[in-house]
Nanobody, 122 residues
Framework: QVPVVESGGRTVQAGDSLKLSCAAS????????MGWFRREREFVAAINWS????YYADSVTGRFTISRHNTENTIYLQMNNLKPEDTAVYYCAVRQFRPASGITTATGYDYWGQGTQITVSS
């Protein structure tokens, strides 16, 4: 089991920026890929275990940036120019090391956080 904890969700206005954080307590050297989803299964962004590859949904490309702090299995989601349609519960997900196939689908992940609510008012 890998505990996953998200933080940073709150209510903002359209056009604002917000940064989410997610920490996964995996064992040393676990090479965990991590991602963000919303509304439980809608893919948002993902990053491989080394941080060398990132993936984004079309709806957030150019506005959201995923990054990671490798020594701590921590990822971030910088969200700029937020829109009301970004309102959702955002979930952080973790997948154990394996080929990248499935990294943009919810079924490709092994552990999930409880979610953090983001509300964007117009």
């Amino acid at each position: 089991q890998v505990p996953v904890v998200e933080s940073g969700g709150r209510t903002v206005q359209a056009g604002d920026s917000l940064k989410l954080s997610c920490a996964a307590s995996g064992p040393p050297g676990s090479r965990l890929a991590m991602g963000w989803f919303r509304r439980e299964r809608e893919f948002v962004a993902a990053i491989n275990w080394s941080g060398s590859e990132t993936y984004y949904a079309d709806s957030v490309t150019g506005r959201f940036t995923i990054s990671r702090h490798n020594t701590e299995n921590t990822i971030y989601l910088q969200m700029n120019n937020l829109k009301p349609e970004d309102t959702a519960v955002y979930y952080c997900a973790v997948r154990q090391f394996r080929p990248a196939s499935g990294i943009t689908t919810a079924t490709g992940y092994d552990y999930w956080g409880q979610g953090t609510q983001i509300t964007v008012s117009s």
